[in-house]
């Protein structure tokens, strides 16, 4: 009887995967996945055996993600048709986790005279707008899936407390994300959600530029180790790449 058990004890944990589940693959849902860190969490959480839907604007150019997702999705997260189109496309699945990770950054406008208001409302468009919209059209996947957790990829570059002037456009942005972010771990900790914001470290990638501290992997990697371990308690926070709470 005692080896009967040991056995069924085996099995059991050999094919368990990520976060409990024990048959079906967690599915996490990435945007901007096309290139940078995005297409790193693409990579890394499908080496973990997660099933990875991974978005692009232009899914046909997307050719290193297609080899690595299980499912390419068209989406651009400013344009309300094309958010609403996804919701489409996924109705009725389950969704375990939402990373919002795609995002703009212009470096023009280091001071008040060199603020372009068409590029900040673009960037408050694609950095603040679109993942909270990404949330709505999705919530009813999310709801449906186990882990019920959502990734908002900020900045330490979005923290009040810290900021230390330049960039008024994507400091805006990320700080405004920080506050939907906040207010949404309120609303949606009362059906068991996990909302967090995270700071991925200055990455070089074409948005972070070469002379950068990280590479996509040592991001990444912490990135996808921090949320694995993320639970209740962590609704509503701020971290870094390597779980360091940043302040507001």
């Known amino acids: 009887m005692k080896q009967i058990q040991a056995i069924a ?141 959502i990734v908002n990829m900020s900045s330490q570059l979005g923290s009040i407390s810290g900021s230390t002037g330049t960039w008024y456009a994507y400091r805006s942005s990320k700080a405004a994300l920080n506050q939907i972010t906040r207010t949404m771990s309120v609303e949606l900790g009362k059906e068991g959600f996990v909302c967090v914001v995270v700071h991925p470290g200055w990455v070089r990638t074409d948005m972070g530029g070469a002379a950068a501290t990280y590479s996509p992997e040592e991001s990444v990697s912490g990135l996808v180790g921090l949320i694995e371990k993320l639970g209740p308690a962590d609704n509503g926070q701020f971290y870094d790449f390597q779980g360091k709470v940043i302040p507001w």
């Open 9 to 149: 004890v085996s099995l059991m944990l050999a094919t368990a995967s990520p976060l409990g589940h024990a048959a079906d693959k967690p599915t996490v849902l990435v945007t901007g996945a096309n290139r940078g860190i995005g297409l790193e969490y693409a990579r890394q959480l499908a080496d973990k055996g997660y099933r990875v839907i991974g978005t692009a604007r232009d899914p046909e150019k997307a050719t290193e993600l297609a080899t690595i997702a299980d499912r390419v999705e068209a989406l651009d997260v400013s344009d309300a048709a094309s958010v609403a189109a996804l919701a489409t496309r996924l109705d009725g699945e389950s969704i375990d986790i939402l990373v919002n990770n795609a995002g703009v950054f212009d470096r023009g406008d280091v001071s008040i005279d060199k603020v372009d208001f068409a590029q900040m409302e673009q960037t408050l468009a694609v950095n603040s707008l679109g993942p909270l919209r990404v949330i709505q059209a999705l919530l009813p996947n999310l709801r449906k899936g186990e882990r019920k957790l």
